[in-house]
């Protein structure tokens, strides 16, 4: 069961974690960050349907086609820990190395939209602060960490307890 949790969850973060690094750097190329974010959750999600998986073959070859909804869940959860532990790795090398100032141009497309959006001046002065806390909360890695788990977990925490609710089975049909 554990070879079954690992090599899902190793998948599912070198899924996440590809997607990730080809949406960032062509983000910050093109300095387009809203289409990132529906490509990022979509590969989340793809991602993640590796907890499917794991649940399953958990379920039906090594628990005798049974699983509570327990078991379930902490196979996802589990799955989930080391994707996004992988995402997170894989973010602060990409982060730290190759885009160190990946704040700045992102902060600055947002305060961009702000303004060609029609935000008022006092909508434009919240975006400036807003992205003025989210900079210096990226100089500390420990918040870059925080934010990037954040951005990860609650996904596949979705993604496992719909898995567990439609995989959980405590009686063996016939």
């Known amino acids: ?3 079954n949790i690992i090599v899902c969850g190793l ?7 590809t997607m990730m690094i ?3 750097n062509l983000c910050y190329k093109s300095g387009d960050f809203e289409g990132s974010m529906v490509l990022g959750y ?3 999600i793809l991602a993640f349907s590796l907890i499917f998986v794991a649940v399953k073959n958990f379920r039906d070859k090594f628990n005798g086609g049974r699983a509570t909804f327990l078991e379930a869940f902490k196979i996802g959860l589990y799955v989930s820990l080391i994707a996004s532990s992988i995402y997170v790795l894989v973010w602060l090398v990409d982060y730290y190395l ?3 100032d990946f704040m700045d141009k992102y902060s600055a497309t947002m305060i961009q939209h702000a303004k060609e959006g029609g935000s008022t001046p006092a909508e434009i002065k919240d975006t400036v602060a807003e992205m003025d806390s989210y900079k210096e909360m990226y ?3 420990l918040f870059v960490i925080l934010l990037t788990y954040a951005e990860i977990f609650p996904v596949g925490l979705v993604v496992s307890i719909i898995c ?3 995989l959980k089975r405590t009686t063996v049909s016939a």
């Not at 998948?11 to 974690?17: K, L, N, T």
Request: proline share 8%; glycine share 4%; net charge positive.
């Open 42 to 44: 979509a590969s989340m």
């Open 164 to 166: 567990a609710l439609i």
């Open 11 to 17: 998948i599912a973060g070198a899924i996440v974690s």
């Open 98 to 100: 190759f885009v160190p």
């Open 22 to 24: 080809t949406s960032a």
């Open 139 to 141: 100089k500390n890695p």
């Open 1 to 3: 069961m554990k070879r």
